[in-house]
């Protein structure tokens, strides 16, 4: 009995699978830019504008910035995707970005938003990524901690 039951799951289990994955991460065409998180979240913001993710492009030499083979990493060169963006952690915001949906944060989480862990910095940084000290996640974290604070509603 118990088996059947498992059985019957399966469908509605893909089915929920499915869904998951066409909602997560989203294509880039849904992001909004890390202009529309400083309003509301301005000292995470700051933290992102001192970091190395937001001059990923321009980081690339001038004739590889729109190549996807270094754009999947180093982000576009378009301003709404420009470098490595909030959205390529916390998942594109078109449609999150908004004082109701955000506060509400299974409703937020159910359009798009992530919460971005340790796997999500390693698809970046791994084996196949020049670096000169191999990944080390709580050295990499602190230097770019942020997003304790409240945001303004
Ligand atoms: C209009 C204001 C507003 C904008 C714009 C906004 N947020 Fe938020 N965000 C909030 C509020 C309010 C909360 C609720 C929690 C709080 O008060 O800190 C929140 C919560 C969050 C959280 C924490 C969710 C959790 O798990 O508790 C993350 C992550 C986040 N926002 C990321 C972003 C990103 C990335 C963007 C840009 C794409 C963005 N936000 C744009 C207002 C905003
Ligand atoms: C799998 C992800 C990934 C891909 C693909 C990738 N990079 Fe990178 N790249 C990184 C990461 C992560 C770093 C930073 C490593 C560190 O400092 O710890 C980096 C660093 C660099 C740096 C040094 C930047 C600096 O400020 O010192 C250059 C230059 C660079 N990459 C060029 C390229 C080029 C050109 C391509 C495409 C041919 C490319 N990368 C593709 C992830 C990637
Ligand atoms: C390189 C990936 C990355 C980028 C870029 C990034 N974040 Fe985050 N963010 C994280 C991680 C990882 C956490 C910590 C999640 C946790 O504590 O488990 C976090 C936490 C947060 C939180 C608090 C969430 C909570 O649960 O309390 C907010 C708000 C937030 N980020 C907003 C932003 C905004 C706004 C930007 C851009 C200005 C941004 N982040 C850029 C990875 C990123
Ligand atoms: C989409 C790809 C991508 C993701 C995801 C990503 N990074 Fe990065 N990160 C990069 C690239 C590319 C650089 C190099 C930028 C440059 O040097 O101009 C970089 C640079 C950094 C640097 C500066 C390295 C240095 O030596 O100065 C830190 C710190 C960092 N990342 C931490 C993180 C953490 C922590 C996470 C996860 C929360 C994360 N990154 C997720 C692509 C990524």
Redesign the pocket.
């Known amino acids: 009995m118990k088996r059947l039951v498992h059985l019957l799951w399966l469908p509605a289990l893909l089915a929920a699978a499915a869904a998951a994955a066409t909602i997560s991460p989203s294509p880039t065409g849904d992001m909004t830019g890390a202009g529309r998180c400083a309003e509301c979240h301005p000292s995470a913001y700051a933290v992102w504008q001192a ?3 937001r ?2 492009n ?2 690339l030499p001038a004739e590889r910035r729109a190549d996807p083979r270094c754009t ?4 576009g060169n378009q301003p709404s995707q420009a470098g ?1 963006q909030c959205e ?2 916390h998942g594109a915001g078109l449609v999150y970005a908004k004082t109701h949906v955000m506060k509400d944060r299974e409703l937020s989480h159910l359009v798009g938003l992530l919460d ?1 862990k ?1 796997d ?2 390693r ?3 791994n084996d196949t ?1 020049p ?2 000290r191999p990944y080390e ?1 709580s050295r ?2 602190s ?2 901690t942020h997003g304790r604070e409240k945001a303004r509603p």
């Open positions: 970091s190395a993710h001059k990923a321009e980081a999947q990493c180093h982000g490595v390529t952690c971005p340790e999500s910095c698809r970046c940084h990524t670096a000169i996640h990499m974290w230097a770019i």
